[in-house]
């Protein structure tokens, strides 16, 4: 049990620091996506996120996939890409959200494996695999739910556009995946 908590708090930590910024910009530009009467949608395309990353862990953990550490980067600018563009050019969540916010998550799953083997090793063990998973996953909905509240916040305070913050956000985005690039 010991290890679960450890394991949960080193993903949480991880995912929450500043030095991951291309990761919690991810999640707040997911999070600004939403409104708080779009609940149901978030918490779907959150669970949708989080079970492609719990994919993704697996695969990487198990070795079923093996990437180089050059293609993983690669993989988290496409993502942090992908919601961006997203961000930019849709205004309705549609079927096929649903499908890339699972793609997107399978990619970050590979991305936290990075993480996974720096911090636990590369021994696979139940408690801390699972522990792993639980902190990132609680990493990702306060991250973002934190980022959808304060969106709302913004909107009814200052009575600005949504799509005006989330094109700002998206270009910040994108902005650092360059950056993550050259």
Do not use: P
């Not at 079927?95 to 936290?112: D, S």
């Amino acid at each position: 049990m010991d290890k679960l908590i450890y394991s949960f708090e080193i993903a949480f930590k991880h995912l929450c620091q500043v030095s991951t910024l291309h990761q919690i910009l991810f999640l707040i530009i997911f999070g600004v996506f939403f409104g708080l009467k779009d609940w149901k949608t978030y918490l779907l395309l959150l669970l949708a996120l989080c079970s492609g990353s719990l994919v993704g862990l697996s695969l990487a953990v198990f070795k079923a996939v093996s990437l180089s550490k050059a293609t993983i980067h690669l993989l988290a600018i496409i993502s942090l890409v992908a919601v961006s563009l997203n961000a930019i050019f849709s205004n309705r969540i549609s079927a096929l959200h649903y499908n890339i916010f699972v793609i997107i998550g399978i990619m970050q799953g590979f991305v936290l494996r990075l993480h996974y083997k720096m911090a636990l090793g590369t021994s696979v063990k139940f408690f801390s695999f699972t522990g792993y998973n639980l902190g990132s996953f609680a990493a990702f909905f306060l991250i973002s739910f934190l980022s959808l509240l304060t969106c709302t916040l913004i909107l009814s305070l200052f009575r600005t556009d949504k799509h005006k913050i989330s094109l700002v956000l998206a270009g910040l985005g994108l902005g650092v995946a360059l950056m993550m690039y050259f």
